[in-house]
């Protein structure tokens, strides 16, 4: 038997089933409603492998992984899934699958890997194997084979050799269920993951497919639900401007986005009563199973269907954390930048923080896609660094010590970045890398100093820190410009990959494959010194115990910010992010962006206009705006999320006021 319906599998047939088809099968039999399927059991690729003689090829490859290394993952998972894929399925296990998928009566099924050693209480392979949504009964025997090939997906192949399942069999079985059209969808969980209080559950929903929330496409309304008393204690609304739905069309079967109208996109996704409903479906199947759940659900014609549940892995022992114990953090800025210069400041927090307090250095969240990355730190640790320079002041000797020391740094590092070369070797790289962190001390202090009250810090002091902090202003881009043509001429064949490698790997000369840096050029996230992939931002904050603090966005017609330079401009706006894009700007446009760098210059002399989101009276596009008379307005904090290319504003920058005229 090749097959197995769920409503003949229950919770002891991991082994054959994996855990998500016999999670399906066991929630099935409890009358948990799920939509029908039917799972290929493992046993189904094991004779897949039996009679392709792949059995032992497959063996010898994975002997040659050392899971520290990278490239050996690579090069062991691009081998064997090319065997898979390559060789032919039997016939009587087609024919199998093909009788089972008729007897669905489904035009359109989801196709999902289901690992034997899946989803524990102390380990998930949720996200480590694939699913192919949409299928029809035409790719249906291809899409089963793919989810066998997926067991041997890089980041499957790590997981199991972290996990320590590298000397245990592991097959695979393939969960084949109906399509649920989904009005609302979203994914729950019967204890909140970030306070771990064993007596709230969070409920998170969207519009459309759930395939839109697990991939952190849209952020979703959540719901925090006491169980006793049953009460809603917690409802965080968003406004949903999109959703993912089956295509219409009927020459492709794909996903596609739609707009959904301004009403229904504020308006809450479950109302109150179906939360309520839920909550208790969720806490039936917590009951049924004995241990907290994560699931995911969709909601078609009014009815709740669950289509995966699995163990929560991430609780620890710890019962409640308060909400007070949630780190929390603001975005700062936005840069265009490569990740060694990142370190740079990384590092030199550590150094600088341990220098003047004794601690350890504030956190912040690196969320990069390309090398346009979001910055976000934690704000009590300004005040704290505040309070710990007024004391230190205290000290005659300690402002003209660091004012000494930072001119040093200065003065060693200028002539490196005027002649606006790229460094000959490893070597240099590193030296100037070394250098450019104890520079940065004086970055930090000379931010800090200037913002003190008088009756902690005099005139004549401020005005030394603001003179230095003058010949440092574009410290960062220029930092980053010699760092990233260095490595771009060190590592040729990378080509602007090279802006990916860390400064560990060059100095350990363990240059990751293309393949890895293709992986962490589309996105990573850089925290307390590591570099996290294939993990969307909420997460990693979820597994963290982090939040973010979201910037408000208000539906209006303006914007409003503080004024750099007055006057007024009308013109199309130009979102920038990435330097890249710098040549698009024309003569007219409204330039809008996060903050501007030197490299701006030429498309700021095409512009009308300057919005930012960042920025005080003394940042760069405030200066530059001056110097050529430039309606300025900085500090909106959320122009380049509210305003899109092509939208005609005006610019009144007299009032701080950008207002749209037409979308």
Not at 165 to 187: C, F, N, P, R, Y
Not at 560 to 566: E, S, V, W
Request: some cysteine; aromatic content about 8%; proline content about 3%.
């Amino acid at each position: 038997m090749f097959t197995k319906n769920f409503t003949e599998l229950t919770k002891k047939d991991i082994l054959i089933a994996g855990g998500k088809g016999a999670s399906l099968g066991e929630m099935t039999q409890a009358g948990i409603p799920v939509p029908p399927g039917f799972v290929v059991l493992a046993g189904a690729f094991e004779k897949f492998l039996e009679e392709t003689d792949l059995n032992v090829e497959i063996d010898s490859i994975l002997h040659t992984v050392n899971h520290k290394e990278m490239h050996t993952i690579e090069d062991a998972s691009e081998k064997i899934q090319a065997l898979i894929l390559d060789a032919k399925m039997p016939k009587d296990i087609a024919r199998a699958v093909r009788a089972s998928f008729k007897k669905l009566k489904a035009k359109y099924v989801a196709v999902r890997s289901s690992a034997t050693a899946e989803d524990s209480a102390s380990a998930a392979w949720a996200g480590q194997l694939e699913s192919y949504l949409n299928t029809t009964e035409k790719n249906l025997l291809k899409n089963v084979q793919r989810c066998w090939a997926s067991l041997f997906t890089p980041r499957a192949v790590f997981y199991r050799f972290e996990k320590g399942l590298h000397k245990q069999k592991i097959s695979v079985a393939v969960v084949v269920q109906k399509m649920i059209e989904s009005d609302t969808s979203g994914i729950a969980f019967s204890v909140h993951p970030v306070t771990q209080d064993r007596n709230q559950l969070i409920i998170e929903a969207g519009f459309g497919l759930g395939e839109a929330i697990v991939s952190g496409q849209i952020t979703p309304d959540s719901y925090v639900v006491e169980k006793n008393p049953r009460r809603i204690i917690d409802k965080n609304v968003q406004t949903q401007t999109r959703g993912l739905y089956r295509s219409a069309s009927s020459r492709q079967v794909a996903n596609e986005w739609r707009d959904i109208p301004e009403t229904q996109g504020k308006r809450q996704v479950l109302s109150d009563k179906e939360i309520l409903e839920f909550s208790d479906l969720l806490l039936k199947i917590e009951s049924h199973y004995g241990f907290p759940v994560d699931v995911e659900w969709a909601r078609e014609k009014g009815k709740f269907y669950v289509v995966q549940s699995r163990p929560i892995t991430t609780l620890t022992e710890k019962k409640n954390v308060p909400l007070s114990a949630i780190r929390v953090f603001e975005k700062h800025y936005v840069r265009d930048s490569c990740l060694m210069a990142f370190q740079v400041w990384d590092q030199n927090q550590r150094v600088f923080w341990k220098w003047l307090i004794g601690s350890a250095a504030p956190s912040f969240i690196l969320n990069a896609h390309g090398t346009v990355t979001e910055v976000y730190y934690e704000p009590r640790r300004f005040e704290e660094i505040e309070v710990n320079i007024s004391r230190a002041l205290k000290n005659k000797h300690f402002l003209s010590k660091f004012i000494s020391d930072y001119e040093s740094h200065l003065t060693k590092l200028e002539p490196i970045w005027r002649k606006r070369k790229a460094l000959k070797s490893s070597k240099e790289l590193i030296d100037f890398w070394e250098l450019a962190v104890l520079g940065w001390s004086g970055v930090s202090m000379s931010y800090f100093i200037p913002k003190l009250p008088s009756e902690r810090v005099s005139k004549k002091q401020k005005e030394l820190t603001l003179e230095l902090r003058k010949r440092s202003n574009a410290y960062f881009e220029d930092t980053d410009r010699i760092v990233r043509g260095t490595l771009i001429k060190l590592f040729p064949k990378l080509g602007e990959l090279a802006c990916f490698i860390s400064i560990e790997e060059v100095k350990s000369g363990n240059i990751p494959s293309k393949k890895s840096l293709i992986s962490r050029s589309n996105h990573y996230i850089f925290f307390e010194g590591e570099i996290f992939t294939d993990i969307s931002l909420e997460d990693f904050l979820s597994k963290h115990g982090l939040a973010i603090k979201k910037d408000e966005i208000r539906s209006a017609n303006s914007l409003t910010g503080q004024t750099a330079m007055g006057g007024k401009a009308k013109g199309k706006v130009k979102v920038i992010l990435s330097k890249k894009l710098l040549y698009t700007v024309r003569e007219g446009d409204i330039l809008v962006t996060s903050m501007t760098t030197p490299d701006f210059l030429p498309a700021m002399h095409e512009a009308a206009a300057y919005v930012t989101d960042e920025g005080g009276i003394t940042s760069h596009a405030a200066i530059v705006a001056r110097e050529l008379g430039k309606p300025c307005v900085i500090g909106t904090k959320v122009a380049t999320q509210v305003l899109k290319d092509g939208d005609l504003v005006e610019v009144d920058a007299d009032k701080g006021i950008v207002m749209i005229l037409k979308k």
